[in-house]
């Protein structure tokens, strides 16, 4: 089966940085996704990891530990817009279900 | 850029009701997903299809039966609706980006069922 865990509600200030863990165990592994969704909108895609290591997206950045089941967003100069929440998911092996954690509600304070 | 249509923002059902909700994509992308979304519940996805007449369950199936009698319209459908089934349900499709399937989603359906 697949479980993804991330922590409820976080609380950063605005020029901070901030990051946003999240562990996940698969059945067959085929990449960890980061998801930002602002109130009453749909989710958008922002990242995708399936080797081990940092990818650098402008001011997202987002890191992945295969053997340890282990992913965060990290997001830097935070800016009022980023108050959202972030959804990291994870997909199994190619075509299979794509399948989310609860989100983390990111609250950003001037 | 990919466009996925869902024919209803907003319905307000009654409990025993049958109620369908559409979803249109503008692509000729495979997958497609239905997922609803819960206050502390997050996403979970009700089913799945890979192409035409094909259908896989997801994570909450029950309650849910799924059509995709052609390639850009998934349907979801709620033979009997209960207020259980009071979600935002959101339509998806799967676009294949560096190996893996990247989501867009539809602007969603907030249903409520009295």
Redesign the interface.
């Known amino acids: 089966g697949q479980n993804i865990d991330q922590p409820t509600e976080m609380t950063a200030t605005e020029g901070a940085i901030v990051q946003i863990n999240c562990t996940y165990q698969t059945s067959g592994f085929?990449?960890l996704?980061w998801?930002q969704q602002h109130a009453g909108?749909?989710?958008?895609?922002l990242s995708?990891n399936?080797l081990d290591g940092l990818e650098e997206k402008g001011r997202f950045s987002s890191f992945l530990s295969r053997s340890k089941g282990y992913s965060y967003l990290l997001l830097k100069e935070l800016q009022m817009k980023d108050s959202a929440s972030y959804?990291c998911?994870s997909?199994g092996r190619?075509?299979d279900?794509?399948?989310?954690?609860?989100?983390t509600r990111l609250h950003i304070l001037p | 850029d990919v466009k996925v249509t869902q024919s209803s923002r907003y319905l307000v059902k009654r409990t025993g009701e049958k109620v369908f909700l559409e979803c249109v994509q503008d692509m000729d992308h495979e997958n497609m997903f239905w997922y609803r979304q819960d206050p502390g519940l997050g996403l979970r996805l009700i089913y799945f299809s890979y192409d035409v007449k094909m259908k896989e369950k997801g994570d909450i199936p029950e309650g849910y039966s799924v059509s995709r009698e052609k390639k850009e319209r998934f349907s979801l459908i709620l033979e009997s609706a209960s207020t259980n089934q009071t979600s935002m349900y959101l339509c998806a499709i799967a676009r294949a980006l560096w190996g893996a399937n990247v989501l867009t989603f539809g602007a969603g359906s907030r249903l409520t069922v009295l």
């Open positions: 085929n990449g996704f998801y909108e749909a989710p958008t895609f995708y399936v959804l998911a997909s190619r075509d279900k794509i399948i989310f954690g609860k989100g």
